[in-house]
């Protein structure tokens, strides 16, 4: 059955994926997927919606880290399960089951990218909601897997499958399983949050990416949809090369040139950690990560991104704002507060969504993402490079 190899989806609150411990969600220690974004979070019958993935994995470019490859991260997606029993994604199991050969249905393997169109009759087919003032709606699910080697499309017992070199099925660290909904309306729309910067301890700084930019930088980073290659040069203790020093607790010193000419993503630069540049701040000299230097980390997001939930709005009889958040990761360095309220269904934007970054203890480059969120399905992120260098 399909159902054992999505547990991992039944348990996310929004897209999937497994944490291979009891580490606060916002620490990157392994693969992960952060988000998918649609670019029609509501889309109309008959529309194709195009969907990209947001992921991260802090070894990947590490060379001997001793999971399934340092070369690339393979991706796997799966769609064509609309309408399903109980509006559940455990309704599909039934779907790909009838279908038989789930290689006939809309599929991908080792792209960021994939797009799923919908039915003209999605929503025309579906019986009446027994509250008259809900609006008529239809969804459609997408599945999606990352595989720390390569991903298989079909499985013994499941949609994927995930093996090391040597055969071995591979666990949660490496293989990552999850799902997102496309939901669809006659009349209303959902656009993304737009994220227009970000700053460290109230002052503007360079971002490495935004939105689509942070896709074609990560393809480059983790090898997707290129041929696995030998792996980038490491530094000292297994990073790439960082003049001061690589990082010692798991975080991985992606560099920002990875390649990318200026067109791509003119703003890509390390920062230099000078003049005062915010981006770079003490190492830690303690070793109890909370009560290490704290600095604060804040995605900026325009304040017309908090649109009327005009679902809500046609079901209460009153205005309802979205309800909007931001998740904020590192892959050193320690977060708290980590999940930050954007907008309040009722009470509306909330300035305060920075969350505190405690210092790293060691010396190096690292990455802090965020991403802003709504409750029907938008979402924009970003990622910076910070530093942390020497205390004086």
Not at 102 to 117: E, I, Y
Not at 327 to 340: P, S
Request: charged share 20%.
């Amino acid at each position: 059955m399909l159902r054992s190899s999505l547990v991992c989806a039944l348990l996310a609150l929004s897209v999937a994926g497994c944490a291979a411990s009891f580490d606060s969600g916002s620490k990157l220690k392994s693969l992960r997927v952060l988000a998918v974004k649609k670019d029609k979070p509501y889309a109309r019958p008959g529309e194709t919606v195009h969907l990209q993935m947001l992921l991260d994995d802090p070894r990947a470019l590490l060379p001997d880290a001793g999971h399934g490859s340092s070369e690339k991260i393979s991706v796997g997606w799966l769609g064509g399960c609309e309408d399903p029993n109980a509006d559940s994604f455990e309704g599909c199991l039934t779907q790909f089951q009838n279908a038989g050969n789930l290689v006939l249905l809309p599929h991908a393997l080792d792209t960021l990218d994939f797009s799923v169109t919908l039915s003209d009759d999605i929503i025309s087919r579906q019986p009446a909601p027994a509250n008259p003032t809900q609006p008529k709606s239809g969804s459609a699910f997408v599945f999606f897997a990352l595989c720390a080697t390569q991903v298989q499309f079909g499985g013994a017992n499941s949609a994927f499958s995930c093996q090391s070199p040597s055969g071995e099925p591979l666990g949660p660290d490496d293989f990552v399983l999850g799902y997102t909904e496309v939901f669809a309306y006659e009349k209303f729309r959902n656009q993304n949050p737009k994220v227009t910067g970000f700053e460290v301890d109230g002052q503007p700084i360079d971002v490495d990416c935004v939105g689509d930019a942070c896709v074609a930088l990560e393809q480059e980073d983790f090898g997707i949809g290129f041929p696995a290659g030998p792996s980038m040069p490491s530094g000292p203790e297994g990073g790439l090369p960082s003049d001061a020093g690589a990082l010692r607790d798991g975080g991985s010193l992606h560099e920002a040139s990875v390649g990318l000419d200026a067109s791509t993503a003119p703003q890509l630069m390390r920062p230099t950690c000078a003049n005062g540049d915010p981006r770079c701040f003490q190492a830690c000299t303690v070793d109890d990560d909370s009560k290490c230097p704290k600095h604060t980390v804040n995605l900026v997001v325009d304040k017309s991104s908090a649109e009327v939930d005009g679902v809500a709005e046609a079901i209460e009889g009153r205005n309802v704002g979205e309800q909007m958040w931001i998740n904020y990761y590192t892959d050193a360095g320690k977060l708290d507060h980590d999940v930050k309220l954007l907008n309040d269904a009722t009470t509306g934007w909330n300035d305060n969504h920075s969350a505190d970054l405690h210092s790293p203890q060691a010396l190096g480059t690292f990455h802090v993402w965020a991403a802003a969120h709504d409750n029907r399905g938008g979402v924009e992120w970003a990622r910076i490079t910070l530093a942390t260098t020497s205390p004086y």
